[in-house]
């Protein structure tokens, strides 16, 4: 199967986010947690994101610059977060947040723009 590069690139850094979101933030869920283990599971967690973002840039860097990448990363994570804290963190976005991310979005159009 021949899956072309800007979307194999952006699928894998979407699912790496999505383990990065759960190593940075899923233990906000648990505070009771030491930790230490909240530490080590972070870790382990980590490895997976990092087995899926490390292919992701070398597939990608070529096609896309590594600044290109970079944004896609942030773009990609911006939106993973959000969904993850509405619907696992449950707390909401509030318009000052939704504001700041589209000024994001612009930012991200204008690293892509041809200048």
């Known amino acids: 199967m021949n899956i072309p ?62 600044a290109e990448l970079k944004t896609i990363q942030e773009l990609i994570s911006l939106t993973v977060f959000s969904v993850f804290s509405v619907f696992y963190l449950h707390e909401s976005l509030r318009w000052n947040h939704l504001v700041g991310f589209g000024l994001i979005v612009l930012a991200c159009w204008v690293i892509f723009k041809e200048w």
């Open 5 to 66: 590069v800007p979307v194999m690139t952006v699928g894998l850094l979407l699912l790496s986010n999505v383990f990065m979101t759960f190593a940075w933030y899923g233990h906000l869920r648990y505070k009771s947690l030491a930790l230490p283990i909240v530490i080590l599971s972070s870790w382990g967690i980590a490895l997976f994101e990092y087995m899926l973002q490390v292919p992701a840039n070398r597939i990608g860097h070529g096609y896309f610059s590594a």
